[in-house]
Nanobody
Framework: QVQLAESGGGLVQTGGSLRLSCAVS????MGWFRQAPGKEREFVAV????????YYANSVKGRFTISRDIANNTVYLQMNSLQPEDTAVYYC????????????????WGQGTQVTVSS
């Protein structure tokens, strides 16, 4: 069973930064997704572990950066220039193979961490 442990959420003002971490028990393609109240879960970013290839949702491109620490089996989501519309529960997810943008492709999920951006 793959285990994912997220951390790093919190409350930040508009324009601020947060870094989310996701420790994973193995090496997989890792994605970050988010879900705001009353909305569907949406793709944020993904990284393929073996190649380091990344892909971002247009809404976060240029503000968020996904990266991996190979030695510690941890994936990060650095979030800069945060806006109130970034407020959501953020989930990391893992899948075998290459990274994709579809939540249904991911096999394992973390418990989620709340990110709140105040205006």
């Amino acid at each position: 069973q793959v285990q994912l442990a997220e951390s790093g959420g919190g409350l930040v003002q508009t324009g601020g930064s947060l870094r989310l971490s996701c420790a994973v028990s193995g090496r997989y393609a890792m994605g970050w997704f988010r879900q705001a109240p009353g909305k569907e879960r949406e793709f944020v970013a993904v990284i393929t572990w073996s190649s380091g290839t990344t892909y971002y949702a247009n809404s976060v491109k240029g503000r968020f950066t996904i990266s991996r620490d190979i030695a510690n089996n941890t994936v990060y989501l650095q979030m800069n220039s945060l806006q109130p519309e970034d407020t959501a529960v953020y989930y990391c997810a893992a899948r075998r193979g290459i990274g994709t943008t579809q939540s249904t492709d991911f096999e394992w999920w973390g418990q989620g961490t709340q990110v709140t951006v105040s205006s």
